[in-house]
C-alpha cells in the first residue's frame, strides 16, 4: 500500500511494507529525524520514520537566512525541500506519536499511537516544543512578528523595536543578539530581577538598545497583518500599551523525551537527552539527534540537527555492522 499525506506542505510518503523487525527506527520528521533517514538510505539501512509532525517546528519560522545555500525560505519551504529529498529514497513512514520505547530480547519494541513495530536500533530526533505564554494574539502571529529564535530571526527585525519575553539566560541572550538589528528592545520579565548569570545582566544593563521593563507580564499580542503592538498586566510610562514591531518568547523549551519513559536513557538536569560524540546514548542500540539532546553544546539550529541526525545514522551503520552483522548492513 501506498499513499501520500500532506502536513504543513511537507510531503510524506507512506508505505505498508510489512516488515517483521527494522535495522532501525528513526522517531521524528525534524531537520535531525530527515537527514538521519537520508544517510541511513545511503547506508542501505532497513528503516522506518515515525513522525507526528512533518518538517518539525523549523516549520513555524517565517524566513531562515542561515542554511547555506538556501537563504531566505520560509520554513515550510524548507522544510518541504527536506522532505522531498527524503522522499526520492522511498523509505517507509508513518505519521504517528511515538508513546513508548521498550527493550526486548533481539532490539526495541517502539509503541506508537497505533501500532507497534520491533527494530535493532532506534534514532531518537523528536526536538523540544518551545514553552509558549496561550495569550491572545501569540499563535495567530506567529511568524507575523512572533518569534522564538533570536538566532534564527534577528536580522530580520533591522531598525524596529521588539520585546523579549523572559529573564532567564536565552532571553538576555537573545536581547543582546538583537540589540545588533533592533532600534530598541524591551525586556520583559516577571520578577524583581533577571535570573540570568551575573555576567549576563552586566551586558544587558550597560547596553543602550535594551530597557528593562521587571515584574511585569504580557498579556495580549494585537495587530492586523503583522504584529503592531502589545497589552502589559503593568502600566510603562504611563501606558498599557507598549507599540513595536516584533515579540521574542525566550521562556525556556520542553525537550519531548516523554517516549523513553520505559527504558532508562540518562537525560541532564533539564531533561536533554546525554549523548557521546556518536550520539549514543547510555544504551546500546539507542542514539539520539537535535534539539533533545545534549550534542553540538545545545546550539539549537537547523544546520546543527542535521549534522547530529548523519553522525547518528552513521554510528548505527557501524553498530549493526560490527555488532549485529545484519545482512542489509554489509
Known amino acids: 500500500m501506498v499513499a501520500v499525506k500532506t502536513a504543513n506542505h511537507a510531503r510524506v510518503v507512506i508505505i505498508n511494507l510489512g516488515v517483521d ?12 529525524g530527515i537527514s538521519a533517514g537520508i544517510y541511513a538510505a545511503r547506508y542501505k539501512l532497513n528503516t522506518l520514520i515515525i513522525g507526528s509532525k512533518p518538517g518539525g517546528y523549523a ?11 538556501l537563504p531566505g525560505l520560509s520554513g515550510i519551504e524548507l522544510m518541504k525541500k527536506f522532505s522531498d529529498h527524503l522522499n526520492k529514497f522511498k523509505l517507509p513512514s508513518k505519521t504517528d506519536l511515538v508513546k513508548n520505547i521498550i527493550k526486548t530480547k533481539n532490539g526495541f519494541d517502539v509503541i506508537t499511537e497505533k501500532e507497534k ?6 534514532v531518537i530526533a523528536c526536538g523540544t516544543a518551545r514553552r509558549r505564554l496561550e495569550i491572545p494574539g501569540e499563535s495567530e502571529f506567529m511568524g507575523k512578528g512572533v518569534a522564538f529564535c533570536a538566532t534564527c530571526d534577528a536580522f530580520f527585525f533591522r531598525d524596529k523595536n521588539v520585546a523579549i519575553i523572559g529573564g532567564a539566560d536565552a532571553a538576555l541572550t537573545a536581547a543582546l543578539e538583537l540589540s545588533h538589528f533592533a532600534s530598541k528592545v524591551y525586556l520583559i520579565y516577571r520578577k524583581d530581577t533577571p535570573s540570568a548569570v551575573p555576567e549576563l545582566i552586566d551586558r544587558v544593563e550597560k547596553n543602550s538598545k535594551i530597557v528593562l521593563i521587571p515584574n511585569t507580564n504580557l498579556t495580549k499580542i494585537i495587530g492586523n497583518k503583522k504584529v503592531e503592538k502589545i497589552i502589559l498586566d503593568k502600566a510603562y510610562q504611563g501606558k498599557n500599551e507598549l507599540p513595536l514591531e516584533g515579540v521574542f518568547i525566550e521562556i525556556g523549551s520542553i525537550p519531548l523525551t516523554d517516549l523513553i519513559r520505559g527504558i532508562d536513557v540518562k537525560m541532564d538536569q533539564q531533561g536533554f537527552i546525554i549523548v557521546d560524540s556518536t550520539q549514543q546514548t547510555n544504551i546500546e542500540g539507542i542514539f539520539a539527534a537535535g534539539d533533545s539532546t545534549t550534542g553540538s553544546n545545545k546550539f539549537q539550529q537547523i544546520i546543527t540537527a542535521c549534522a547530529e541526525g548523519a553522525v547518528a545514522s552513521n554510528s548505527v551503520f557501524k553498530y549493526i555492522k560490527n555488532n549485529l552483522l545484519s545482512p542489509n548492513a554489509k
Open 21 to 32: 523487525m527494522y535495522d532501525l527506527i528513526i522517531i521524528g520528521l525534524g531537520p535531525a
Open 59 to 69: 516549520t513555524d519560522a517565517s524566513e531562515i537566512d542561515n542554511y547555506p545555500g
Open 117 to 122: 513495530f520491533s527494530t535493532k536500533a532506534v
